[in-house]
């Protein structure tokens, strides 16, 4: 075996490996959110403050988003407050602002807002970029067996 061949074996391995890892992390999170909805009970917030979070890349700069923090009633009367996990810069959402939550009722502090960037955008962009990833390692991996391809 040339070095070529062991160089795309072993990448088309990782990349492949990596991709399916990545896609299986989507789709389980995919299924816990529908798992979510499914037993999730809606609910009227509103918007209440937005914390302005910031982050630093390697090279110093700083970026800001917004994540909304959202109070609503439960069907208990309980009120609850809590900070949305995704948040946005520009805002995607104003102070006072109405929006539609859903929330478990064992654990109404674990609430989301009802959107899809909020429901869906990490799971599909993980199983997608993951698919990808596996499915360029797959290719470079069966193209790196030239007796497969010849015998057909």
């Known amino acids: 075996m040339n070095e ?3 160089f795309f074996r072993i990448f088309g391995s990782i990349f492949g490996g990596v991709g399916s890892i990545i896609a299986v992390t989507g789709i389980m999170i995919a ?5 979510f909805i499914t037993s999730a009970i ?5 918007i209440i403050d937005l914390v302005q979070r ?21 069907r208990s009367g309980e009120t609850t407050v809590f900070e949305s996990n995704s948040g946005s810069n520009p805002p995607e959402f ?18 989301m807002i009802k959107s899809w960037l909020s429901l869906w955008f990490l799971p599909v962009m993980l199983t997608g970029l993951g698919s990808i990833f596996a499915l360029v390692g797959g290719v ?10 010849s015998s057909k």
């Open 54 to 74: 910031s982050s630093t890349d390697k090279k110093g700069r700083s970026s800001y988003a917004y994540y909304p923090v959202i109070e609503f009633t439960a």
């Open 42 to 46: 809606p609910a009227q917030g509103t």
């Open 31 to 35: 299924l816990n959110t529908r798992s």
């Open 94 to 111: 104003t102070k006072g602002q109405q929006v539609e939550i859903l929330y478990s009722p064992e654990k109404p502090n674990s609430a």
């Open 140 to 149: 470079v991996l069966i193209k790196s067996f030239p007796r497969l391809i």
């Open 4 to 6: 070529d061949t062991k």
